[in-house]
Nanobody, 122 residues
Framework: AQMLMESGGGSVGPGGSLRLSCAVS????????VGWFRQAPGEEREWISV????????WYADFNRGRFTISHDNAKNTVYLQMNNLKPEDTATYYC???????????????WGQGTQVTVSL
């Protein structure tokens, strides 16, 4: 069974918005932290944000500059990434990941989704 399932990707114009969803069915004992990463073709995987499902604390990469917001709905076991004022450089495959540590190191995340494509272009 897929432990993490992303949805909500698509194509938008510059300045547009998208909300990504990550349905989480991982065990909480080793995956309290759910993060979002992205990877563009030919680029390294880049950390975006992470949220603690127990406490709700959030952390963001500096490049977000307030454009992206992570949130969670524990009743639905879903983590969201609201993305506003999208730019062409935001074009990438977006992944959610879950693990015991709320940080920006992809190696610390135990579970990964298959990704959802976001394309920002005119």
């Amino acid at each position: 069974a897929q432990m993490l399932m992303e949805s909500g990707g698509g194509s938008v114009g510059p300045g547009g918005s998208l909300r990504l969803s990550c349905a989480v069915s991982t065990p909480t004992y080793n995956s309290n932290c759910v993060g979002w990463f992205r990877q563009a073709p030919g680029e390294e995987r880049e950390w975006i944000s992470v949220i603690s499902r127990r406490g709700g604390s959030t952390w963001y990469a500096d490049f977000n500059r307030g454009r992206f917001t992570i949130s969670h709905d524990n009743a639905k076991n879903t983590v969201y990434l609201q993305m506003n004022n999208l730019k062409p450089e935001d074009t990438a495959t977006y992944y959610c990941a879950a693990g015991p540590k709320c940080n920006d190191r992809s190696k610390d995340y135990v579970y990964w989704g298959q990704g959802t494509q976001v394309t920002v272009s005119l």
